[in-house]
């Protein structure tokens, strides 16, 4: 039994490329390139910083409150509790990034207020989280966003949208779907099912073809997702937003130069 489990785990691995996961090194890659050398940039619950390398240009900082067992970390600049506040002055950064962390937080508005805070008027943030997608790092998977929910969220933080995408089209949701299905299936029934439900035997052929089959749609639709993004029907698993700090007005400058002076 573990000998087919195996096998089918080498085939998935083989297989299965995440469409997702392409698609944001896409968005966080053109978003970097809007940098210049030397701004900086804060990753806001920034994990094990797989994007860190895109940003070798800018003055880069994180942070992460690392408390998800199991995660791997890399060693954030700031250890610190996105809604409890930032421990750097008003308007440092130029940009921020903040990926797939949004529905990890008890309290996302006031996370998008701090991030708002830390955030330079006229500096941009990315930002992505999930509509479809399975419970994850658990006790800390919160709440999942409509397209709606971030016109809401982000105004109310005084962020300006400038897009509302989705980040992979629908063929990629569909893959998730075939892959939960292959993930959840078991391979074989455990002894104590053979035991307590000997019929059950008779119709794992099924399952298990169905295991078989889920993995192989999932591997194809991911591959379709890439090759041609389907935004027109469905719905998507994540959306992307980008959305900027409003500039300071030559009146407000004014009033700062004024109290300064004083």
């Known amino acids: 039994m573990s000998l087919i489990r195996s096998i089918i785990h080498k085939i998935a691995s083989i297989l299965l490329v995440n469409s997702s996961r392409h698609y944001l090194y896409l968005y966080n890659r053109q978003f970097a390139a809007s940098m210049s050398p030397g701004e900086y940039v804060l990753d806001a619950g920034a994990g094990d910083g797989p994007y860190r390398e895109l940003f070798g240009h800018t003055h880069y900082e994180s942070t992460d409150f690392g408390q998800v067992p199991g995660k791997p970390y890399a060693s954030p600049t700031f250890l610190c509790d ?15 990034v903040f990926n797939q962390v949004l529905e990890h937080l008890y309290d996302p508005q006031t996370a998008l207020i701090e991030l ?6 006229g500096g941009r943030i990315l930002c992505s989280a999930p509509l479809f997608y399975e419970e994850h790092e658990q006790p ?5 966003y409509t397209q709606f929910a971030y016109q ?10 400038e897009t509302i995408e989705r980040l992979e089209g629908y063929f990629g949701t569909v893959a998730y779907m075939f892959r939960c299905m292959y993930k959840h299936l078991p391979a074989l029934p455990s002894s104590a099912d053979l035991r307590t439900k000997p019929l059950l035997l008779l119709g794992w052929p099924v399952v298990l073809f169905t295991k078989i089959g889920s993995l192989v749609m999932a591997a194809i639709f991911f591959r379709l997702d890439i090759l041609l ?9 994540n959306y992307v937003v980008i959305a900027a700090k409003p500039p300071v007005s030559i009146d407000e400058s004014c009033v700062v130069d004024r109290a300064h002076s004083n």
């Open 82 to 96: 996105l809604c409890r506040g930032i421990p750097v002055e008003d308007g440092r950064y130029d940009y921020i």
């Open 140 to 144: 800390y998977d919160f709440f999942r």
């Open 152 to 161: 809401h969220m982000f105004a109310r933080a005084e962020l300006q949208i």
């Open 116 to 121: 708002a805070r830390v955030l330079k008027p």
């Open 229 to 237: 993004k389907v935004t027109n029907m469905g719905f998507p698993k």
